[in-house]
């Protein structure tokens, strides 16, 4: 299906799972995409098909004079860039003290500074070219707190300030920001999970029960619901509309997570009210 108004977009973390299925459709459509992958020869198949589409970038997000430098070369030579997705991330399990010091810094580098340093870096672009949109996926792990998973939901719910924290300051340019929550998806992430040493004393409790869960991998990749093709398809849709939202949730599982942990914040919140107003000077 060739779109009406080929755009341009431009995305992390595109060799595999969401970040993949979003280039393919993209592409699929008529877009033109600047794709960056650890190891450009893994987009060699649609360089095939799609040609002078394909703009590939080789880049670890984590090296930040290089993702800036990716991010220049390929505004300078597409010209316009009308969208910019940080997809890549990883996910690390363990309790917070079975992590290591390199564990907590390799999964915040990934997952927080590097998104923080890529809208840093496009933003001046985005400015001078008179407005863009750009799309930060997180997950419902934004929303939520899950045991065994704190430093991912650190990273998730750090990203999400961050973005939260910009509507206003970037507005004045024409710059719109979406936050992408994700439940499960049927990808490569859970294959790649980072996974701390075990410590006895978590064995019999909730992160030993999700670490040996998580242990049969092959299990929960067929657990995963959510379709990464039909999820890229929301994502295009949800960007290219008049009033892009500034939340998009994809999947039943991460809609019942995200509708249960607000209704309790809510809940708790308002139960506090009384208390937060009598401390007024
Ligand atoms: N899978 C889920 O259940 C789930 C749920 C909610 C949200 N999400 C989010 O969805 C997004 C996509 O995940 P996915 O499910 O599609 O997983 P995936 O298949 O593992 O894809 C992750 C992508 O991130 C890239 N990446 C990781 N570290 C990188 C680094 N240092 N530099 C450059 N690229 C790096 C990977 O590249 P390499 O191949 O080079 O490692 C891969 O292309 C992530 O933001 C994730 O947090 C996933």
Same mark, same amino acid.
């Given at each position: 299906?060739?779109?009406? #108004?080929?755009?341009? !977009?431009?995305?992390?973390?595109? @060799?595999?799972?969401?970040?993949?299925?979003?280039?393919?459709?993209? %592409?699929?459509?008529? +877009?033109?995409?600047?794709?960056?992958?650890?190891?450009?020869?893994? %987009?060699?198949?649609?360089?095939?098909?799609?040609?002078?589409?394909?703009?590939?970038?080789?880049?670890?997000? #984590?090296?930040?004079?290089? %993702?800036?430098?990716?991010? *220049? *070369?390929?505004?300078?030579?597409?010209?316009?860039?009308? +969208?910019?997705?940080?997809?890549?991330? =990883? $996910? %690390? =399990?363990?309790?917070?003290?079975?992590?290591?010091?390199?564990?907590?810094? /390799?999964?915040?580098?990934?997952?927080?500074?590097?998104?923080?340093?890529?809208?840093?870096?496009?933003?001046?672009?985005?400015?001078?070219?008179?407005?863009?949109? =750009?799309?930060?996926?997180?997950?419902?792990?934004?929303? #939520?707190?899950?045991?065994?998973?704190?430093? =991912?939901?650190?990273? &998730?719910?750090?990203?999400?300030?961050?973005?939260?924290?910009? +509507?206003?300051?970037?507005?004045?340019?024409?710059?719109?920001?979406?936050?992408?929550?994700?439940?499960?998806?049927?990808?490569?992430?859970?294959?790649?999970? *980072?996974?701390? @040493?075990?410590?006895?004393?978590? /064995?019999?409790?909730?992160? $030993?029960?999700? /670490?040996?869960?998580?242990?049969?991998?092959?299990?929960?990749?067929?657990?995963?619901? $959510?379709?990464?093709?039909?999820?890229?398809?929301?994502?295009?849709?949800?960007?290219?509309?008049?009033?892009?939202?500034?939340?998009?949730?994809?999947?039943?599982?991460?809609?019942? !997570?995200?509708? &249960?942990?607000?209704?309790?914040?809510?809940?708790?919140?308002?139960?506090?009210?009384?208390?937060? /107003?009598? #401390?007024?000077?």
């Amino acid at each position: 299906m060739e779109s009406a #108004t080929p755009r341009t !977009w431009f995305v992390t973390g595109t @060799s595999s799972g969401l970040g993949r299925a979003l280039i393919e459709a993209l %592409l699929g459509d008529g +877009h033109r995409v600047a794709a960056t992958v650890r190891g450009r020869s893994r %987009l060699d198949d649609l360089k095939d098909v799609y040609g002078d589409r394909l703009w590939v970038g080789d880049l670890d997000v #984590t090296d930040t004079v290089a %993702l800036r430098r990716v991010v *220049d *070369d390929a505004f300078g030579e597409l010209g316009r860039i009308d +969208h910019v997705v940080s997809n890549a991330a =990883y $996910g %690390l =399990y363990g309790a917070a003290e079975e992590f290591t010091d390199d564990d907590i810094g /390799r999964l915040l580098a990934v997952n927080l500074i590097a998104p923080i340093q890529l809208l840093r870096a496009a933003v001046p672009h985005l400015r001078r070219q008179g407005g863009g949109h =750009y799309v930060q996926i997180s997950s419902l792990a934004g929303q #939520t707190g899950i045991a065994g998973a704190s430093i =991912y939901h650190a990273s &998730k719910w750090g990203v999400e300030g961050f973005v939260e924290s910009l +509507h206003e300051e970037l507005a004045p340019f024409g710059v719109g920001l979406t936050v992408v929550e994700p439940g499960s998806i049927d990808s490569d992430f859970f294959a790649r999970l *980072d996974v701390a @040493s075990a410590i006895e004393a978590y /064995r019999d409790g909730p992160v $030993g029960a999700l /670490r040996d869960y998580l242990s049969d991998r092959a299990a929960v990749k067929r657990d995963a619901i $959510g379709d990464p093709r039909r999820m890229a398809r929301a994502i295009i849709e949800a960007a290219e509309a008049a009033e892009p939202p500034r939340r998009l949730v994809l999947g039943s599982d991460a809609y019942e !997570w995200i509708e &249960k942990a607000l209704h309790s914040r809510l809940s708790a919140l308002r139960s506090q009210e009384a208390a937060a /107003r009598s #401390t007024n000077r």
